[in-house]
């Protein structure tokens, strides 16, 4: 009896997420209602055009709707630009997003490395300016351009305004600029999450106040306020998303509705002297529903462990006890937990060891930017962190894990588990919020980049599963992971700093594939089920987004 009321509550909650990820897709899909998306080429450029219904005319004689052409930052993909996309196009815009060199599903690789500054800026750039040629050549399009760019790529908007006048307006979100001039071109606007570093937010910031400013002055610049006139291009804008950091200010209402009404002014001024269109009032805010569609896939997976692990019963082979403070140990493991100096050395070491040792070591072996480095720092910190336990077990304060074949029903655990991440959360992430598909030649990438995630992720999860691991294991050791990874950045910052980026992004997957890791433990007593889950999510996400260069 009592079993039955266990099995409806799990229903109940299959039902409820289910629900929760069916609300938010159908949300997501109908941003785009009324519009026409198109798909294509220009030259080996992927490019994607969203258009009011109606807005391709054949014969080119209604031609009255501006253009915006919106840039994705690095290691993004246009998937990432689409809320600004159906927002600007929902209004009366055209709006053209594509796929830089070496990133998403672009063909070419970008030449050299970050140390190859020139060559990399020049590839950017000749793909920004060959989108924008075409843009203005759209079926529907008035002549009006305008640009917005987020991350790296606002960088590349604000060059490519400064060379070309005839640009309406420019838009950078999450604004970096590294140019000698030091002038903000026709009609800037420059928006940031509020939890952006300030650092980040000061090339906002100087732009706004002015090529003279002092830097008193830029630190003076209120957010919110147009300086100068949108009508002789002179105008400037500085504004801050609340709460929202690199990636979610990309989802931000604010970001999209500042944004919009940039762009509308900015039109209305420019030549025609008239907006793009009614204002439609339509903001595409979807980060809620992005949330909660990853959320309700992510969660059904709960359920299937449930079902997973009730036809694994009686498999022990090479399986652990659940570890709880309470639980009792399996069959010859200590209940006596890990000394806390023994955890501290053995959890701690690693995460200072890596980036002290890999600072004079060689990673420049891998066709994409920083993935070599990451690959060594997965792989030399899971390998210390093995050498660490297996040293304390042979000293006996340690027990040693089961080893062995897993069981045929812990090895179907964890396939199940890798195709539910694959499909139920790796589609929806590939359609919304950038590429997954391992277009040309990433497959092999996948692969190297596993050796070093597969390592780390077995010794990370034998030791945060461990029997004799303290409470709250399994999160501080995450934790440490991203505190080594800001220590390898402050030690190369020219070298790494674009790593500061992926930071909150492999936060939120040590969440959602720690959920996933405990579900597979729960089920199968085994620490590899999850471990294999998490190695392999690590790996394709680097090898897929990293951009491609040529070595």
């Known amino acids: 009896m009592r079993a039955l009321p266990a099995a409806l509550g799990i229903m109940l909650f299959a039902l409820a997420a289910l629900l929760l990820a069916g609300q938010s897709l159908r949300t997501l899909e109908s941003a785009s209602q009324g519009l026409e998306v198109t798909r ?15 807005a391709a005319v054949a014969d080119g004689r209604d ?108 838009v950078g979100v999450s604004l970096v600029y590294g140019g000698a001039r030091m002038v903000a071109p026709r009609n800037l606007l420059s928006v940031y999450g509020s939890i952006e570093p300030a650092m980040v937010q000061s090339f906002g910031r100087r732009l706004v106040a002015g090529p003279d400013a002092t830097d008193e002055a830029a630190q003076g610049v209120v957010p919110g306020r147009t300086y100068g006139r949108i009508e002789d291009g002179s105008a400037r804008r ?17 970001s999209q509705r500042e944004s919009l009404e940039w762009l509308r002014q900015a039109f209305d001024g420019h030549g025609h002297g008239k ?56 069959a010859g493991l200590p209940l006596r937990a890990l000394a806390r100096r023994d955890w501290l050395w053995l959890a701690v070491g690693p995460a200072l060891a890596t980036p002290l040792l890999l600072r004079v070591v060689p990673s420049h072996f891998l066709p994409i930017l920083l993935g070599d480095y990451l690959l060594l720092h997965f792989g030399l910190y899971g390998l210390l962190t093995a050498l660490g336990s297996a040293w304390l077990a ?11 074949v897993p069981s045929p029903a812990t090895a ?23 590429n997954l598909w391992p277009a040309d030649g990433r497959g092999p990438l996948i692969l190297a980049m596993l050796v070093g995630t597969l390592v780390w992720a077995m010794a990370d999860e034998g030791l945060a599963r461990h029997p004799q691991a303290p409470r709250f294991a399994y999160p501080a050791t995450k934790a440490l992971f991203l505190g080594s990874l800001v220590l390898a950045v402050a030690l190369d910052l020219s070298r790494l700093f674009f790593l500061v980026i992926i930071i909150p992004a492999i936060l939120l ?11 597979c433990f729960r089920a199968s007593g085994s620490p590899w089920t999850g471990a294999l889950v998490s190695a392999l999510a690590f790996a394709w996400g680097i090898a897929v987004t990293f951009p491609a260069i040529n070595r």
């Open 40 to 54: 294509g080429h220009v030259d080996a450029i992927p490019v994607t055009v969203f258009r009011p219904a109606g």
């Open 63 to 170: 031609r009255v709707h501006p253009v915006v052409v919106i840039a994705h930052g690095f290691a993004g993909s246009q998937q990432l630009m689409q809320a600004f996309a159906t927002t600007a196009a929902r209004n009366g815009m055209i709006a053209v997003t594509f796929d830089f060199p070496g990133h998403g599903r672009h063909p070419q690789p970008l030449p050299g490395s970050l140390q190859d500054h020139d060559a990399l800026l020049a590839a950017l750039l000749g793909a920004l300016d060959r989108i924008v040629g075409f843009a203005r050549t759209l079926p529907g399009a008035d002549g009006r351009v305008a640009l917005l760019g987020h991350s790296m790529a606002s960088d590349l908007v604000v060059r490519q305004a400064q060379a070309d006048p005839s640009i309406v307006a420019t």
């Open 238 to 254: 500085f504004v801050l998303a609340s709460g929202a950091e690199h990636i979610g200010v990309l989802y931000h209402a604010t």
């Open 275 to 330: 907006s793009p269109a009614p204002d439609s009032g339509f903001i595409d805010a979807r980060g809620p529903a992005l949330a909660g569609l990853l959320a309700g896939a992510l969660l059904l997976a709960w359920p299937l462990s449930k079902l997973l692990g009730r036809r694994a019963a009686g498999h022990t082979r090479g399986q652990l006890a659940p570890c709880t403070p309470s639980a009792p140990a399996a």
């Open 394 to 404: 042979r000293s006996g304060r340690l027990a040693p894990l089961p080893a062995g």
């Open 412 to 434: 179907a655990i964890a396939l199940t588990m890798i195709a539910w991440a694959t499909l139920a959360i790796g589609i929806p992430v590939d359609r919304y919020v950038f």
């Open 509 to 519: 997957m040590f969440i959602a594939y720690g959920l996933l890791s405990r579900w």
